[in-house]
């Protein structure tokens, strides 16, 4: 398999009466940690899906790469709880 990349699915903001947007330097939460392919000459650059099929537009890269932490799993193990697992299950295969 080529490099992969893991990109986060951010929670949506939530609208309020006061404000319609996530305040300046507000982190929204991860909803899900996906895995994508590389883009092809850039390994540090997201391709178009995630390896279960969804576009990464609008998701955000981590810093994390799997090259620089040997023998841990392919996502941050503080979002364990919220990895996809259809990515997981085709990084397993």
């Not at 850039?42 to 995630?50: H, Q």
């Amino acid at each position: 398999m080529s490099d992969i990349v893991v990109v986060y699915e951010l929670d949506k903001p939530m609208a309020t009466r006061s404000s319609l947007r996530t305040p300046a330097g507000a982190e929204r939460p991860v909803r899900r940690v996906h895995a994508a392919p590389s883009a092809p000459g850039a390994p540090a650059t997201t391709g178009p899906r995630t390896l279960c099929g969804k576009d990464t537009f609008a998701m955000e890269t981590a810093d994390w790469k799997l090259s620089e932490h040997s023998g841990a799993p392919w996502y941050p193990t503080e979002y364990a709880s919220v990895i996809c697992p259809d990515c997981d299950a085709v990084i397993e295969t």
